[in-house]
């Protein structure tokens, strides 16, 4: 399970190597982020998990959309809202759960918990936007190198509130960094809606400092999907950023249980559901078989994880000791 | 009636708002129902839906409007949602508010807020969980001042609205929840209490009536009743009478009352919550020897966070953060091995 | 000539007061600015003045085109190259003239220099955009108070690339501050050409904010002053902010003595100098006139601040005792 | 051949940009022929052209920009145009930078320099004097470096480009343009000289060969040239020997050399240019007391700012500022009126 000696396989190429329809791949990926969360949900109500977590329940069309066209090497930055990113990135639901119940073999040894995380070229912050200019250093760092890797950055509408983002936007922007802004607008900011804390638009936010933009209105994996192959490939090839909003909506409470939206609002939007939508589509036998597949799973990467020992105190030790 | 921490602060800036039409409310997330991440503007957008302000996610943007409303006359309290945050605020603070009304020959006033929700021990990982206040004394025109739950919390941040200098106003997430201890007639509990004048009075208990100790623990904010405890079991345990002295305004930092203290102990233990470097220790033991190394029988301690990030998993928290025991042993190093030569009753 | 007591009159009362044509008078106020820089310098030259000071020509049409728009309790907020701004709001060059000069007598004392003063409702400070959401919240505070007032808030291409500027931008728009945004656009931030430090477009930077946004590309004060006529009668009337945009140029060095940009380029500008470019359209014996008195008023400025003693080390006290 | 502190550093970037290519320029106005506010990047866009990356005025925006460049293996050395602005990068340089390597369970590192020149005496005002290096000290995985003219500052700026730490590089405007004194098997000029191992080892400098004195300064960055000039005017005319140390990691800080010279001289004075509260004399004191209460023989003193902003007029600038006269004055107090015991000679 904690398979620390096989080589990295970034999205892409673990995508090629997937079988099944566009579709069902999509809606195992989908599955386990929300089977993943849920569970995790259900750990926190029934108090094995202290602290806190946000999920993304329903936008996970949003991660699987966008993260399998990236290829190995190609570096994710996330923020706090991580969970589906991650598990579109490295399908690794064992270390994730270790992570977030704060156990030594997590991601990062229980260290970050549900919103810094690492892993291979994956990363995650708690502090919106300060994660852009970041990004836009990987970027710029990898274009240095001449490695072809691009960036891909996540944030939501309400981050759109950071000034540093449009510090990050003008550099990318001027120095040509290979960079995919990803706006995932949830119509939230918290318990804050779009309107109290967004001005103008989004996409003419992203021109304005002459990055492309482009956006779509969408819970609908394959059409986000389709959305962002030709978006990353065109980052990829002209090494020039593009800021691609995603307009869609988050089912669930902002973290925990702190949701306080208007009911019929959030009902409504309950029909637009990625994961029923890309399943109405499917054989139902193959929606079970992948929905089975995935319950065993995850059933194991709990268990295994709720298996690990805390890490010891003893590791704490001064990052600045040179010694 | 009992109260905790977050009804008293809470209440507070009701009445104040009430009273006063110049009050404002800024910062993230404040509107009804939710009324702020942790609570303490709970109500206040209901009752007065204009003067609540819930703002985008721009911690430098809105202190930097609230400057502009202080300089105008009004009297904004800002909220930082945590007080992590305050380090994209820093430049507002320092090279703005602080600055004015100096530089400006005392033309101006900035009458600003700003409440840092600070503090761990909840899970929250290395960065919702920091006590950064430290970073943040010192600066030439910015007052510094931490609530605890003795006293009245309230009462406390009244001063600080009424306040003529821009101030930040230092809560912990912990002790939101913690019932607030009244100090009457020079008593809390078995503690003998003395306070200082002026508007943030820096609190002294004794469990021995002030006739001399064993050592002071001078400690603030969240780590205030985390020395009270310490204290009350040291006595218990161990019959030693140690001295609690709870400063208020963090900056400037009034000394008296610590080296008045240290004149009856002898020994200083300081403690905060943030990792210690240059911090509010630092500042306390250098004042105090400054001042009184004559006093100091022992080489002062200070209890303060592991210079390590603040891990998530509660395993890594709890060994990063001070706790009572950290205090007590502390204590125990400064007294030394030894009885000392004062002994009680 | 310390005046004090006096009650202040702002720049639109004291405009409508004062003789001659439109042309006249703008000049009049142009001769000011440039003249009172021109001597700042010789001064800093002789090495009578010392630290340093940024130098506005080239920009006075800027100055005298926006500020003469401006009411009494009107509130500037200028930044690091504010005497331009200062002498059209206050016509005080003797207190701006002392404050340079480090004298008690200054208009604040001395204590904050060239670029950091403040008198009646002027202010400006030599931190880059920080003044931007300052700006904001005076103009929200005059909005909350009923007063009526608009606040104008001077900033440089530069500073366009300051993040926070655009959380001010975002709330001015989301709130309805009445504010006006004057971004001067001289080309050049330091030693950096425009191109190399702002990317997409100024305007549209200003419009994806949903803040209403124009631009003026112009050295000429009459044109200016025509074109911010209707922009702040807007602002005052909506009060809804604007951002407005003088494409300009900065003819002289940075801050003293430090101009490296290409000679042709400067030399081209020059036939653009607002100043003479005015001229060019005055009666030639009334441009002489307003010169010389001009020149009267600056000889005397100059002359009593010289005069004036400096601040004493014992007027330093701490800004947080209560005492 | 003698050197000023701007040539050592300015050729330090040129051999590391031409030895390795992973070294890249970071700010703002850096392209020749400006070649930087201060010079100190002169000739590196010349030279260097693809890696000399003059930016917006994006503080923030570009220390993360730095930030990211070094988790991928390159070696950014950030200028911030005037230290002053260093506040716009706290949250970078908090949450982001010092936090990423333990955070990420040391998956990664950020070998990031970010130099920061700071101080007054030139006349720049309130918000381009300040030294606000006191309130990055003590931040978690922040390690924070002051050169001076002594040794070699190009040197230390070479340790601080190979440190794997993210790391604050402090400069001194004024010092810039001061020769740098060489230190030579032991000695500089008069002074005997000590030096600890590691990258940026802490000078300590005798004028009694370190047989004893009369007291001990601590001073860095632009304040140690003012203290080893006291030193000398004390020695001349009022026969005072003094040491003086010389840290140049200012965090994490070794004390070890400290409290040895005040071992020997049993007094200590401390120095720093911005103000005092909180700050790194506050550590220092703190450090020392905690270490060897017992080898001070009179009350530490601290040297620093006084605590209102920096005027611009130079009346205003001069008294605000410390110079060798509050050190001396500092030492004769710490000595007290009575001569020592010990005599030199
Ligand atoms: C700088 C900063 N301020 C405040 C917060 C607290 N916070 C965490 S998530 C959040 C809302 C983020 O909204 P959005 O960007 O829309 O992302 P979403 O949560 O909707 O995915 C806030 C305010 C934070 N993490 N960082
Ligand atoms: C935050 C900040 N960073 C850097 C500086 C140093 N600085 C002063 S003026 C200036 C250039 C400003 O350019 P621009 O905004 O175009 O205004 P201009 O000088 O052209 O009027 C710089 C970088 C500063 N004052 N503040
Ligand atoms: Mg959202
Ligand atoms: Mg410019």
């Given at each position: 399970?904690?398979?620390?000696?096989?080589e990295?396989?970034?999205?892409?190429?673990?995508?090629?190597?997937?079988?099944?329809?566009?579709?069902?791949?999509?809606?195992?990926?989908?599955?386990?982020?929300?089977?993943?969360?849920?569970?995790?949900?259900?750990?926190?109500?029934?108090?094995v998990?202290?602290?806190?977590t946000?999920?993304?329940?329903?936008?996970?069309?949003?991660?699987?959309?966008?993260?399998?066209?990236?290829?190995?090497?190609?570096?994710?930055?996330?923020?706090?809202?991580?969970?589906?990113?991650?598990?579109?990135?490295?399908?690794?639901?064992?270390?994730?759960?270790?992570?977030?119940?704060?156990?030594?073999?997590?991601?990062?040894?229980?260290?970050?918990?549900?919103?810094?995380?690492?892993?291979?070229?994956?990363?995650?912050?708690?502090v919106?936007?300060?994660?852009?200019p970041?990004?836009?250093?990987?970027?710029?760092?990898?274009?240095?190198?001449?490695?072809?890797?691009?960036?891909?950055?996540?944030?939501?509408?309400?981050?759109?509130?950071?000034?540093?983002?449009?510090?990050?936007?003008n550099?990318?922007?001027?120095?040509?960094?290979?960079?995919?802004?990803?706006?995932?607008?949830?119509?939230?900011?918290?318990?804050?809606?779009?309107?109290?804390?967004?001005?103008?638009?989004?996409?003419?936010?992203?021109?304005?400092?002459?990055?492309?933009?482009?956006?779509i209105?969408?819970?609908?994996?394959?059409?986000?999907?389709g959305?962002?192959?030709g978006?990353?490939?065109?980052?990829?090839?002209?090494?020039?950023?593009?800021?691609?909003?995603?307009h869609?909506?988050?089912?669930?409470?902002?973290?925990?249980?702190?949701?306080?939206?208007p009911?019929?609002?959030?009902?409504?939007?309950?029909?637009?559901?990625?994961?029923?939508?890309?399943?109405?589509?499917?054989?139902?036998?193959?929606?079970?078989?992948?929905?089975?597949?995935?319950?065993?799973?995850?059933?194991?990467?709990?268990?295994?994880?709720?298996?690990?020992p805390?890490?010891?105190?003893?590791?704490?030790?001064?990052p600045?000791?040179?010694? | 009636?009992?109260?905790?921490?977050?009804?008293?602060?809470?209440?507070?800036?009701?009445?104040?708002?009430?009273?006063?039409?110049?009050?404002?409310?800024?910062?993230?997330?404040?509107?009804?129902?939710?009324?702020?991440?942790?609570?303490?503007?709970?109500?206040?957008?209901?009752?007065?839906?204009?003067?609540?302000w819930?703002?985008?996610?721009?911690?430098?943007?809105?202190?930097g409007?609230?400057?502009?409303?202080?300089?105008?006359?009004?009297?904004?309290?800002?909220?930082?949602?945590?007080?992590?945050?305050?380090?994209?605020?820093?430049?507002?603070?320092?090279?703005?508010?602080?600055?004015?009304?100096?530089?400006?020959?005392?033309?101006?006033?900035?009458?600003?807020?700003?409440?840092?929700?600070?503090?761990?021990?909840?899970?929250?990982?290395?960065?919702?969980?920091?006590?950064?206040?430290?970073?943040?004394?010192?600066?030439?025109?910015?007052?510094?001042?931490?609530?605890?739950?003795?006293?009245?919390?309230?009462?406390?941040?009244?001063?600080?609205?009424?306040?003529?200098?821009?101030?930040?106003?230092?809560?912990?997430?912990?002790?939101?929840?913690?019932?607030?201890?009244?100090v009457?007639?020079?008593?809390?509990?078995?503690?003998?209490?003395?306070?200082t004048?002026?508007?943030?009075?820096?609190?002294?208990?004794?469990?021995?009536?002030?006739?001399?100790?064993d050592?002071?623990?001078?400690?603030?904010?969240?780590?205030?009743?985390?020395?009270?405890?310490?204290?009350?079991?040291?006595?218990?345990?161990?019959?030693?009478?140690?001295?609690?002295?709870?400063?208020?305004?963090?900056?400037?930092?009034?000394?008296?009352?610590?080296?008045?203290?240290?004149?009856?102990?002898?020994?200083?233990?300081?403690?905060?919550?943030?990792?210690?470097?240059?911090?509010?220790?630092?500042?306390?033991?250098?004042?105090?020897?400054?001042?009184?190394?004559?006093?100091?029988?022992?080489?002062?301690?200070?209890?303060?966070?592991?210079?390590?990030?603040?891990?998530?998993?509660?395993?890594?928290?709890?060994?990063?953060?001070?706790?009572?025991?950290e205090?007590?042993?502390?204590?125990?190093?400064?007294?030394?091995?030894?009885?000392?030569?004062?002994?009680?009753?």
């Open positions: 399970m904690d398979g620390g000696s096989s990295f396989v970034g999205p892409r190429q673990r995508w090629l190597a997937s079988e099944g329809s566009t579709a069902e791949r999509l809606y195992g990926q989908m599955w386990l982020i929300r089977e993943f969360e849920e569970r995790l949900l259900s750990l926190f109500e029934e108090g998990l202290t602290g806190t946000h999920a993304c329940i329903g936008q996970e069309a949003d991660c699987v959309g966008v993260i399998n066209h990236l290829e190995t090497g190609d570096v994710i930055f996330s923020n706090h809202r991580c969970h589906g990113h991650f598990l579109a990135y490295a399908d690794r639901p064992e270390w994730l759960a270790a992570e977030i119940m704060g156990r030594g073999a997590g991601l990062v040894g229980g260290r970050g918990g549900s919103q810094h995380i690492c892993y291979e070229d994956f990363f995650s912050n708690g919106q936007g300060g994660i852009v970041v990004a836009t250093g990987i970027a710029m760092a990898e274009k240095a190198r001449g490695t072809g890797r691009i960036v891909c950055v996540f944030l939501g509408d309400g981050t759109l509130g950071q000034g540093v983002v449009y510090e990050a936007l550099m990318a922007s001027l120095w040509s960094a290979p960079i995919l802004f990803v706006v995932e607008d949830n119509r939230w900011a918290q318990s804050t809606p779009v309107e109290k804390e967004l001005s103008g638009s989004m996409v003419a936010r992203g021109e304005a400092f002459g990055v492309a933009s482009s956006e209105t969408s819970t609908d994996a394959e059409e986000i999907y959305h962002f192959e978006i990353v490939a065109a980052v990829r090839k002209t090494g020039r950023p593009h800021l691609g909003v995603i869609t909506y988050r089912l669930c409470h902002h973290s925990k249980s702190d949701d306080m939206r009911e019929e609002e959030v009902e409504a939007r309950r029909a637009l559901d990625p994961v029923p939508l890309l399943r109405s589509r499917l054989d139902e036998e193959r929606a079970s078989a992948i929905e089975a597949a995935v319950q065993k799973r995850l059933e194991e990467a709990f268990s295994w994880a709720l298996d690990q805390h890490p010891a105190a003893e590791t704490l030790r001064d600045l000791s040179t010694s | 009636m009992t109260s905790t921490v977050l009804r008293s602060l809470n209440q507070a800036l009701h009445s104040m708002m009430e009273e006063d039409d110049r009050v404002y409310m800024v910062g993230e997330d404040l509107l009804d129902p939710y009324g702020g991440a942790f609570k303490v503007t709970r109500g206040l957008s209901m009752a007065f839906p204009d003067r609540v819930t703002t985008p996610i721009s911690e430098a943007g809105f202190v409007v609230a400057t502009g409303m202080a300089l105008r006359g009004l009297r904004p309290v800002v909220e930082i949602m945590f007080g992590d945050f305050l380090t994209l605020a820093c430049d507002q603070l320092v090279n703005h508010a602080a600055k004015f009304s100096w530089m400006y020959a005392e033309k101006v006033e900035v009458p600003l807020v700003v409440r840092a929700p600070m503090g761990g021990r909840r899970g929250y990982g290395p960065t919702h969980s920091q006590s950064l206040e430290k970073h943040f004394l010192g600066v030439p025109g910015l007052a510094v001042v931490a609530v605890d739950p003795f006293g009245s919390p309230g009462d406390l941040l009244r001063q600080a609205v009424a306040d003529r200098r821009p101030l930040l106003f230092v809560e912990n997430k912990v002790m939101y929840a913690r019932r607030v201890r009244a009457q007639a020079g008593r809390m509990g078995a503690f003998s209490v003395r306070e004048a002026g508007p943030y009075p820096t609190l002294t208990l004794s469990l021995g009536e002030f006739l001399g100790g050592a002071t623990v001078v400690a603030y904010g969240g780590m205030a009743e985390l020395a009270v405890e310490a204290a009350e079991e040291l006595l218990i345990e161990e019959e030693r009478v140690v001295e609690v002295v709870i400063p208020r305004q963090l900056h400037p930092l009034d000394v008296e009352p610590v080296v008045e203290s240290v004149g009856r102990t002898g020994r200083l233990v300081v403690c905060e919550e943030g990792s210690g470097a240059a911090g509010f220790g630092a500042e306390v033991v250098a004042a105090v020897s400054g001042r009184a190394l004559e006093a100091l029988q022992a080489a002062p301690r200070r209890v303060a966070a592991l210079p390590v990030p603040i891990g998530n998993a509660p395993t890594l928290e709890a060994a990063t953060l001070p706790g009572t025991g205090i007590s042993s502390a204590v125990r190093a400064v007294i030394g091995p030894a009885r000392p030569l004062y002994s009680i009753g």
